[in-house]
């Protein structure tokens, strides 16, 4: 959707409990610096963005085991990336409730033509 290939791109679908879309983003962020930084900031703005837009029960699903991982693990982070799984967990205190779930890049397809 983007044209500028260092930048990095996020995409995100909100979808209820039946699996209808409720809600869809793309934006373009600054280039990152490998994989990993790019899912947890992927990450970061769907929290933001579902928060946004008044959800407080949120399953998130991502691609990346490592940062579903970390997302999950509310444990102290030795990583450079410590302080965006921090705003993470930040965010998602203030929800009802959310799950985090893994599940294979061939699985997310529509995410990533959005990215």
Known sequence: MFTNPSATGFGVIIRNDKGEVMAASSARGAPASGSEEAEVLACCHAVEFALGL??????????????????????????????????????????????????????????????
């Open 54 to 115: 008044g959800f407080r029960e949120l399953v998130i699903v991502g691609d990346s085991a490592t940062v579903m991982h970390n997302i999950t693990d509310f444990g102290t982070f030795s990583s450079r990336l410590s302080h965006i799984f921090l705003d993470i967990h930040s965010s998602l205190a203030g929800l009802l409730c959310f799950s985090i779930s893994f599940i294979h890049k061939e699985c997310n397809s529509v995410v990533h033509s959005l990215a």
